[in-house]
């Protein structure tokens, strides 16, 4: 089975403009959810969908936004980019459970740098 | 919201040596996990442990969870061990976010 898929793996965006980030989760997972990390936050929860509809969101500006679809795979959206963006963004899936008993799987990330 | 405490923060440990890492959680969760960052910042899997002990190889969690922690050990150490050790929880009741603690740093010299 393959893996949580995160596209790109690394980007570069100028302040100001909007960016997005792809998140494929392993087959039969409909749980996805986004994580920000940086040097200086830690990591942190941004939000989870489960399908297509927002079950949980982190205490992020509405700067960010995600969606998912019906296949599960989930984008996540960073408009008017600041330089505090600049992280490692981590998405996961989970398969189907009660509540959220089943572990997270993590993708490789995408690197964002903002300039 | 819930906080979670990783100690030690860093960790210098000689190859072949043993070690103990700790997660504390202020409240009840239904899930904690433990993950080895590598240098590349993939996350990856250890344990999914919300109660009791496991074992994989050389490495082994325990979860006291009416007692709000969870031990990871790691026996042995190589060198590849090195990296950021995480534990991340959800508290009990319905669907919580994710809370991840703060890391512990650990690096074995050969």
């Known amino acids: 089975k393959a893996g949580v898929t995160q596209t790109p793996r690394y980007l570069i965006k100028t302040r100001g403009q909007q960016v997005t980030l792809s998140c494929s989760p392993i087959s039969g997972h409909r749980s996805v959810s986004w994580y920000q990390q940086t040097p200086g936050q830690g990591l942190q929860f941004l939000f989870e969908?489960?399908?297509?509809?927002?079950?949980n969101k982190g205490n992020f500006p509405g700067r960010f936004s995600g969606r998912q679809f019906s296949n599960s795979r989930s984008e996540m959206n960073v408009s008017t980019l600041e330089l505090g963006d600049s992280a490692l963004y981590l998405c996961?899936?989970?398969?189907?459970?009660?509540?959220?008993?089943?572990?997270?799987?993590f993708g490789n990330g995408t690197r964002l740098t903002v300039t | 919201g819930i906080q979670v405490e990783q100690s030690p923060p860093d960790l210098i440990l000689q190859e072949g040596a043993n070690s103990t890492l700790r997660c504390n959680f202020s409240d009840s969760v239904n899930n904690l996990q433990w993950f080895h960052q590598n240098p590349w910042g993939q996350l990856i899997n250890l344990f999914y442990?919300?109660?009791g002990t496991k074992q994989n190889g050389r490495l082994s969690a325990t979860t006291v969870a009416t007692e709000r922690y969870s031990l990871l050990y790691i026996s042995s150490s190589q060198t590849t061990d090195s990296g950021v050790y995480f534990c991340a929880v959800e508290r009990t009741g319905g669907y919580q976010k994710v809370t991840f603690g703060t890391g512990t740093k650990l690096q074995v010299i050969p």
């Open positions: 996961a899936s989970r398969a189907p459970g009660q509540g959220n008993n089943s572990p997270l799987h």
């Open positions: 442990i919300p109660s």
């Open positions: 969908y489960f399908s297509e509809t927002q079950r």
